[in-house]
Structure formats: C-alpha cells, structure tokens
C-alpha cells in the first residue's frame, strides 16, 4: 500500500470514530440543557405558588399625603465661615461645624 492510501484509511478510521463521538457528546449536551430548563421552569412554578399564597390584599381608602422631608438649606453664621469675607454659603442643616 502506498502512504497517500494508508494516510487516506487512517483519517477514514479516525473520522468514523469520531463523528458518532462528537454525535454523542452534543446529543448528550442537549439533553443535559433541556433537563435544565426542565427544573428551572419546575422551580419557578414552585417560587410562583408560594409567592401568590403569602401575598395579602392590601387597599388604601385614601391617597397619601404626605410628603418626604427634604433638606432645608440655612446659612452658615460669618464667624464660622470659612470662605471669602463677605460671601455666604449655603449649607445643608445639620452639616455645619
């Protein structure tokens, strides 16, 4: 036999183990990401369940009024200032030293 067809029947070999391989493998991959999605789907039925059975009606016979409390802004004394003669700086209260 010549080298071009002993070369030729090694890849012949080589390929016909190799396809049903690879073949397997991703079959295999498949299935495991199927199985996967197969459980989570089953979990996040079970999360649904148990989240609509804890969740409790909540109604408002009137609107909120109230407001959230926002900073007030006060100015800084000039002994204590710092900065240019003169100048005021606005401060948020509470901050001022």
């Given amino acids: 036999m ?3 067809m002993t070369f030729t029947l090694a890849c012949a070999v080589v390929l016909s ?3 049903p391989g ?3 493998y991703l079959s295999a991959r498949l299935e495991a990401i199927r199985t996967a999605e197969r ?3 089953a979990l996040q039925a079970r999360l ?3 989240q ?3 969740v409790r009606p909540v109604s408002f016979p009137l609107p909120c ?3 959230p409390v926002t900073p007030r802004i006060q100015q800084v004394p000039e002994a204590r200032q710092r900065a240019a ?4 700086r606005p401060v948020i209260a509470g901050t001022a030293r």
Avoid: E, I, M
Wanted: no cysteine.
């Fill in 85 to 88: 003669p003169g100048g005021r």
């Fill in 2 to 4: 010549s080298r071009q």
């Fill in 22 to 24: 690879v073949a397997g």
């Fill in 52 to 54: 609509a059975r804890d």
């Fill in 48 to 50: 649904d369940v148990r």
């Fill in 39 to 41: 459980n989570l789907h």
């Fill in 65 to 67: 009024l109230r407001t």
């Fill in 17 to 19: 183990a190799l396809g």
